[in-house]
Structures are given as structure tokens and as C-alpha cells.
T-cell receptor, first 117, second 114 residues
Framework: AQKVTQAQTEISVVEKEDVTLDCVYE???????LFWYKQPPSGELVFLIR??????QNEISGRYSWNFQKSTSSFNFTITASQVVDSAVYFC??????????????FGKGTKLSVIP | EAGVTQSPTHLIKTRGQQVTLRCSPI?????VYWYQQALGLGLQFLLW???????NRGNFPPRFSGRQFPNYSSELNVNALELEDSALYLC???FGTGAIDIQYFGAGTRLSVL
């Protein structure tokens, strides 16, 4: 069965610090997709990135970067030079291409990030 | 282009009542997903509709049901409300039906059951 673990429940950092949010997943599929979403206080989940299981290249988008390592089943998310607007709950999610879960997203429990000015 | 819209934004009900939540997907999206986000339980998959059919449901009792209309909008119905149904209900839509497809979420309906 698919599972996503975000061990960090809450993280607080001071503005301009770098912060890494951890995500560890479990799946028996060889083809799967990993996602990160951001949930600000307004409640709406905002899509950040999708990564497929065959692409282990790290990705950078502005202050955001993602490190995908199949060997450790991890898909970590780093925010560089954090800002107050980054304060939110961040979710990592997994979907399996075999359709065993009918392509539904399995989410981790989320990490609440607070950036203190 | 409008995103996923959900109504109402907030609801207060009492135990035993019934509630209907509504969701309009992004234009062109045919799949609609419902998730429950209860305090301490994270995001749990509820239901998936595509082309008017229920394709899958999560581990929820039958009093959670829904439907998808010809215009791809969707309703989630919850009967015989219980206190533990208090949660944020999120709707998402996607263009396709595969694992690769990105689900885009609405802002949710916050349901409080007293």
C-alpha cells in the first residue's frame, strides 16, 4: 500500500533562513508520481511541483528546490532565504501509475512552516 | 480562467442533519475528487467522479455520497451528520484520469457539526 510520511509536524525559522521539509514515501509501483502542495491559511491547496519516478534530477524554481532520491525513497523540499509569505502547511503526496489506488493522491500529514520576521 | 470553486465556504449543522456541498471544476476538467481534512487526520480521499460516474471511494461510510452532473460539477452529500464529520472538505479537479494528472484544489468548505 502506498504511504507518505512527513515526520516534521511543525517547523519555525527566522526570515531569510533556509529550511528543508522532509518527505519519505512507500510504494510497490515502479512508476509513480510525487507532488508537493502548499496550503496557506486560506485553505486552498496550491500545486507546487510534480516529479515522476524516472526523473531523479533535482529541480530549482526560484527560492524553491526539490531533491528526489529513489535510493532513500525521499522527496525533500528546500526553501532558500525563507520569507514570511512562505508560512503555510506543506503537503507531500504520491500517486501510483498502476492505478492500484485509482490514481488518488495519498498525502502525508503535512508540515506546518512558520517563518518569523 | 477560474479555478475550482466550492460553495458554501462555511456551514454549521447539528448532529443528525444532512448537508450538500458543491464544487465546480476548472473549465475543461472532467474529473472531480473530494477529500476530507479533519483535525489531526490529514487529507483523506473520499470520492472520485469522472464523466458522471463514481470511479472510486475512500474508506468512508455510505452516508457519504455524491454525484457528478453533465457539466462536470459535483455535489457531496453527507447524511446523518456526526460530530467527527467536522472538517474542511476539499474538492479538486484534473484534466485527465491518470496518476500523472495534477489535481487542482478549491478553497474548501468548512463544516462544523454541533
Amino acid at each position: 500500500a502506498q504511504k507518505v510520511t512527513q515526520a516534521q509536524t511543525e517547523i519555525s525559522v527566522v526570515e531569510k533562513e533556509d529550511v528543508t521539509l522532509d518527505c519519505v514515501y512507500e510504494t510497490r509501483d515502479t512508476t509513480y508520481y510525487l507532488f508537493w502542495y502548499k496550503q496557506p491559511p486560506s485553505g486552498e491547496l496550491v500545486f507546487l511541483i510534480r516529479r515522476n519516478s524516472f526523473d531523479e534530477q533535482n529541480e530549482i524554481s526560484g527560492r524553491y528546490s526539490w531533491n528526489f532520491q529513489k535510493s532513500t525513497s525521499s522527496f525533500n523540499f528546500t526553501i532558500t532565504a525563507s520569507q514570511v509569505v512562505d508560512s503555510a502547511v506543506y503537503f507531500c503526496a504520491l500517486s501510483e501509475a498502476s492505478g492500484a489506488g485509482s490514481y488518488q493522491l495519498t498525502f502525508g500529514k503535512g508540515t506546518k512552516l512558520s517563518v518569523i520576521p | 480562467e477560474a479555478g475550482v470553486t466550492q460553495s458554501p465556504t462555511h456551514l454549521i449543522k447539528t448532529r443528525g442533519q444532512q448537508v450538500t456541498l458543491r464544487c465546480s471544476p476548472i473549465s475543461g476538467h472532467t474529473s472531480v475528487y473530494w477529500y476530507q481534512q479533519a483535525l489531526g487526520l490529514g487529507l483523506q480521499f473520499l470520492l472520485w467522479y469522472d464523466e458522471g460516474e463514481e470511479r472510486n471511494r475512500g474508506n468512508f461510510p455510505p452516508r457519504f455520497s455524491g454525484r457528478q452532473f453533465p457539466n462536470y460539477s459535483s455535489e457531496l452529500n453527507v447524511n446523518a451528520l456526526e460530530l467527527e464529520d467536522s472538517a474542511l472538505y476539499l474538492c479538486a479537479s484534473s484534466f485527465g484520469t491518470g496518476a500523472i494528472d495534477i489535481q487542482y484544489f478549491g478553497a474548501g468548505t468548512r463544516l462544523s457539526v454541533l
